[in-house]
């Protein structure tokens, strides 16, 4: 794909340089205003600019806070959006659980895993029942209590 023309990309540092407003073009979803952000220009120059009026975002990507729950900052802002992203919170939370991802990888898509041993608590509905996932053995717990033998016997 080509790159995107100079200036097309910016690059926004700060919460406080992003906005969310009610989109005009989608009931309930929301429009991504940038008031500040770093432009790049041809042969690899960048500026921080300040846009007036804010400049609105046509696509939106970014790291999520690992670990954090609600994604950080940008989770909160690419949240409900009426343009593009390229992700979001539940997505990155699929993507960070390694035994979700064995399993979608095993059953869903044929591909060898690493031999898996998991225990689970719960039923943990993320995870079916069918298919078997070759490659992958869970083994789910009701209570980590008193089933030391189950464990053992794994």
Avoid: I
């Amino acid at each position: 794909t080509p790159c995107p023309p100079a200036g097309a990309m910016v690059l926004c540092l700060s919460p406080t340089w992003a906005s969310r407003v009610p989109s005009e073009t989608s009931p309930g979803a929301w429009s991504l205003l940038l008031s500040r952000g770093v432009s790049f220009k041809v042969g690899g120059h960048s500026a921080l600019e300040t846009f007036v009026p804010p400049r609105r975002a046509n696509y939106v990507t970014g790291t999520l806070a690992p670990g954090d729950p609600e994604g950080g900052w940008v989770g909160e802002l690419a949240r409900d959006l009426d343009c593009p992203t390229g992700g979001s919170v539940p997505l990155a939370h699929r993507l960070e659980d390694t035994l979700l991802a064995r399993w979608v990888l095993s059953a869903g898509a044929n591909l060898p895993v690493p031999p898996t041993l998991a225990f689970v608590l719960g039923a943990r509905g993320d995870l079916p029942a069918q298919p078997a996932a070759p490659g992958v053995r869970l083994v789910r717990l009701q209570d980590p209590q008193g089933q030391q033998s189950l464990v053992q016997e794994e």
